[in-house]
């Protein structure tokens, strides 16, 4: 079986999700796809679709991740080779790539009697890989909010030093007015902000390819 992707991440959340194979040839993931998209420290619900790739009449799978996981076991009865659909609950603790390895082992022995636990060796090892984004405050990122205030910095820094050019410099006063230093840091007070601010909000809330 090819590896499957589901790349992106944005409104439609079967794009923010990479379903990746260790084993190409033996997939028990057909699709991972995520209701909403990933936030650290929020849980995103994913649907699974399984498939089960033993021979037994049941399927085990665990899931193993550095984020939180619920729940980390799953036991499905049904045939060899049919699908069926799960859900787990996934929540990042950091943000950036992630991954979660996914084991197939068999549910019960060759002559049907239930494995206990992890006593059965996976039949192979999957994963699946997705981005999760840090929390926005505002509907802004932390890089988002210091950009903004980094111009506001900027702007003080630019009417002080221009007040205390002013003074130094008197022949600068007829190119450094009051009225000039002040139209210049209200343009990128009153112009820039709002606009980068809705810019930046708009963006958040724009499909990620």
Known sequence: MNNTNYNG???????????????????????AVPLEPFVVNS??????????????????VRFHSEDYLNPRSIDIDIPPATTKLV???????????????????????????LIPGDAADPIVVNKFAFKAREPLVGGLTSNQRSILSNIV??????????????????????????????????????MQLPILGIYFFLMNKLPRG
């Open 43 to 60: 849980s995103t619900k994913v649907h699974l679709t399984i498939k089960n790739i033993s021979s037994a009449p049941g399927i085990r």
């Open 153 to 190: 910095k900027a702007a003080s820094m630019a009417l002080l030093i221009g007040g205390v050019l002013v003074v130094v410099i008197p022949d600068l006063r007829q190119y450094l007015s009051r009225n000039f230093i002040t139209s210049f840091v209200c343009v990128i007070l009153i």
């Open 87 to 113: 859900s787990i609950n996934v929540v990042p603790l950091e943000k950036g790539d992630r991954e979660c390895l996914v084991e197939f082992a068999p549910l019960y022995d060759e002559e049907g009697r």
């Open 9 to 31: 991440t944005n409104n439609s959340p079967e794009q923010e999700t990479t379903a990746l194979d260790d084993q190409a040839l033996i997939s028990g993931i057909i699709s």
